[in-house]
């Protein structure tokens, strides 16, 4: 059985400071999605990395796909109140349409 | 564009109850998947329908069936509800047309609560 396993599982700081997520598996994947959840809400695709060594930016967030592709960070510079949510990777099952989905790394910025 | 949506927002059931959730997916997609999330963790897949047809399902019981109709939209049903059950369920929309690696849009979901 495939499992993503995300780290931390909680993260507070304070509003400035730069953090990083991960996202780690045993598994090879053809690509893999980041989404941020917020309270009451479904989760919204951030971005889809496909490439072993891909990095991709969304202004204040860097997202990177392992060279083997087993795995992924995101890192956010200068954090926000707005940036707390729940971060969660996920990957679709080769040759499915089953997507699996990371434990999450609930994040808090405080102001 | 009203995007996913989903009702009821809200639901608490007792066990042994059965339930029906809705989902109206985002214009323009034909597929439409349904997704399971107990607090503190990711969501689970439960199944995806295209086509009015489940293609693909996860690793839940027969106690969870679901359908799509001719407009796309979609039903998640439960049946003997256990405590366990009790969970945000989440409704997923996209587009064939998009390939494997399509974007989903993901509704509000809806809160059931087994008592």
């Known amino acids: 059985t495939q499992l993503l396993e995300q780290s931390p599982q909680f993260l507070s700081i304070q509003e400035g400071e730069n953090l990083t997520v991960y996202c780690n598996s045993s598994?090879?994947?053809?690509?893999l999605q980041w989404y941020r959840q917020e309270p009451g809400e479904g989760p919204v695709l951030l971005v889809t990395?496909?490439?072993?060594?891909e990095v991709k930016k969304l202004k204040r967030l860097t997202f990177q796909f392992g060279d083997a592709r087993k795995d992924s960070s995101l890192h956010i510079t200068a954090a926000q109140p707005g940036d707390t949510g729940l971060y969660l990777c996920?990957?679709?099952?080769?040759?499915?349409?089953?997507?699996?989905f990371g434990t999450g790394t609930r994040l808090k910025v405080l102001a | 564009d009203a995007g996913v949506t989903q009702s009821p927002t809200h639901l608490i059931k007792t066990r042994g109850q059965q339930v029906t959730l809705r989902c109206s997916p985002k214009?323009?997609?034909?597929?439409v998947s349904w997704y399971q999330q107990a607090l503190g963790q990711g969501p689970q897949f439960i199944f995806q329908?295209?086509?009015?047809?489940?293609?693909q399902r996860g690793n839940f019981p027969d106690r969870f069936s679901g359908h799509q109709f001719p407009n796309y939209s979609s039903e998640l049903n439960v049946n003997a509800l256990l405590l366990g059950d009790s969970a945000l369920y989440l409704c997923?929309?996209?587009?064939?047309?998009?390939?494997?690696?399509?974007?989903?849009?993901f509704g509000p979901g809806t809160r059931l609560t087994v008592l």
């Open positions: 214009s323009g997609h034909d597929t």
């Open positions: 996920a990957v679709r099952t080769s040759g499915t349409y089953k997507y699996i």
């Open positions: 329908y295209y086509e009015e047809e489940e293609r």
């Open positions: 598994s090879v994947f053809s690509s």
């Open positions: 990395v496909v490439t072993g060594g």
């Open positions: 997923a929309s996209s587009s064939i047309g998009q390939g494997f690696d399509n974007e989903q849009f």
